[in-house]
């Protein structure tokens, strides 16, 4: 099998089998905030797989192969040996035109999801300080509403809302265990990988791993927020707070207290789990390591052997 082939085979494993395994898997509801890192790179390791295998596509009938082996000082000839790919210039082009659509779609995504969020948290932040309200003491705005709801806006003006009825449904302990839970999104930049969760939905949603980014993203981003509150906050109260904010709407890019499968977290809460030891949480940065170089190591292993076996005359 020829690197490129290789390269796509291994997208389309981690693409379409990754979701799968990541659901059924129990230990990251044991260390969120690690299972959200090995997420992203898995998604990271199929965009970079798809693009790499484009590029290594186009290798043997293009000037790349030439420019590959004047860096690396291995022969032209043993790189196109190591990349042959059959087809020649139409499967080169046919690898360039993939790589280039990819790289634009998921830089046209990005700009797009970014500018998005930007503008909708703006304007989020500025209805809540046009109707809403300075409570004293609580270091967030109160918004008028028979619902209660408490939710968090980052980027450039971070904000923490309150409705009337949140504040009316909560004891002062709850208050101050939601409290914690919002100032977690915000301090951790959760906001910034829920945008990046929707960035690779847009960009390749017809692979199931990119397309549920957000929602698994999601649901790992509360239970950390949960996690960091809890440290200073007593569970049960956190989770008594959940159940009286359930049910309340928040607008995206909110991130609200009592979104994402509030029964799941209110048990999860209540019966917790113990913490992945040192030797899960060794694994599990190894793994995101493993994931964020392998299409590169697998791309360029032609390329150093061809190097370390040195050059070649051609017969």
């Known amino acids: 099998m020829t690197v490129g082939g290789a390269l796509l085979v291994y997208a389309v494993a981690v693409g379409t089998t990754g979701l799968g395994w990541f659901r059924r898997a129990r230990w990251p509801s044991r260390s969120p905030h690690l299972a959200a890192a090995l997420y992203l790179a898995a998604a990271w390791s199929v965009l970079a797989a798809l693009t790499l295998a484009g590029i290594t596509l186009a290798v043997p009938a293009t000037a790349l192969g030439g420019g590959i082996s004047n860096v690396l000082g291995a022969c032209v000839l043993r790189l196109r040996a190591e990349y042959a790919t059959p087809g020649g210039a139409v499967v080169a082009g046919l690898g360039i035109a993939i790589s280039t659509a990819l790289i634009l779609r998921v830089a046209i995504a990005t700009f797009i999801q970014v500018s998005a969020t930007r503008t909708q948290a703006r304007r989020q932040v500025e209805l809540a300080q046009l109707v809403g309200r300075d409570e004293p003491g609580l270091g967030a705005l109160v918004v008028d509403s028979e619902q209660p709801c408490a939710f968090?806006?980052?980027?450039?003006q971070p904000t923490i809302v309150f409705t009337s009825a949140a504040l009316d449904a909560l004891d002062r302990r709850q208050l101050d265990a939601v409290l914690a839970h919002e100032r977690a999104h915000l301090t951790r930049r959760h906001h910034r990988l829920q945008t990046a969760a929707k960035v690779l939905a847009r960009a390749l949603p017809i692979v199931p791993l990119l397309r549920d980014a957000p929602g698994e993203l999601g649901r790992l981003i509360e239970m950390h927020a949960d996690d960091v509150a809890a440290v200073e906050h007593d569970r049960s109260v956190l989770a008594t707070a959940l159940v009286a904010l359930a049910g309340g709407p928040a607008r995206q890019p909110a991130l609200a207290a009592a979104a994402t499968d509030a029964l799941a977290r209110?048990?999860?809460?209540?019966?917790?789990?113990?913490?992945?030891?040192?030797a899960g949480r060794q694994l599990a940065r190894a793994s995101v390591a493993l994931l964020v170089l392998l299409p590169v190591l697998m791309a360029g292993t032609p390329a150093f052997i061809a190097l370390a076996m040195g050059r070649v005359s051609p017969r």
Do not use: F, H, S, Y
């Not at 968090?152 to 450039?156: E, F, I, P, R, S």
């Not at 809460?269 to 040192?278: K, V």
């Open 152 to 156: 968090c806006v980052g980027g450039a």
């Open 266 to 278: 209110m048990r999860r809460l209540l019966a917790p789990a113990p913490p992945l030891n040192l």
